[in-house]
């Protein structure tokens, strides 16, 4: 199985910059694409970046110019550098990756628990 486990949330003033972290860890042969998404109380989860393993990228209208997705392929970690904060942005933050377990199955799909960011004055 995979583990993802994310850290570097907290609470933060606007303008403000954060870098989220997420490791994953377990039994697994290969990391696919990897990414983040998010969710504000009371609204769905949303994208807000995802990178695949050769490190193309893509994120939401919303955060471009202000968030920056990365990863390390020999750490199995990805990041997201998060830079102007606003108070919308405040949302648990999850760690998303496709992840193929054994050579004979194809990628599955998990998720981290979350990690809180809050932008707040």
């Known amino acids: 199985q995979v583990q993802l486990v994310e850290s570097g949330g907290g609470l933060v003033q606007p303008g403000g910059s954060l870098r989220l972290s997420c490791a994953a860890s377990?039994?697994?042969?290969?990391?696919?694409?990897m990414g983040w998404y998010r969710q504000a109380p009371g609204k769905q989860r949303e994208l807000v970046a995802t990178?695949?393993?050769?490190?193309?990228?893509n994120s939401a209208d919303s955060v471009k110019g202000r968030f920056t997705i990365s990863r390390d392929n020999a750490k199995n970690t990805v990041y997201l550098r998060m830079n102007s904060l606003k108070p919308e942005d405040t949302a648990v933050y999850y760690c998303?990756?496709?992840?193929?377990?054994?050579?004979?199955?194809?990628?599955?799909?998990?998720w981290g628990q979350g990690t809180q960011v809050t932008v707040s004055s």
């Open positions: 998303n990756a496709d992840a193929r377990v054994t050579l004979f199955q194809t990628p599955q799909n998990y």
């Open positions: 377990g039994s697994f042969v290969s990391i696919y694409n």
């Open positions: 990178i695949t393993r050769s490190s193309s990228t």
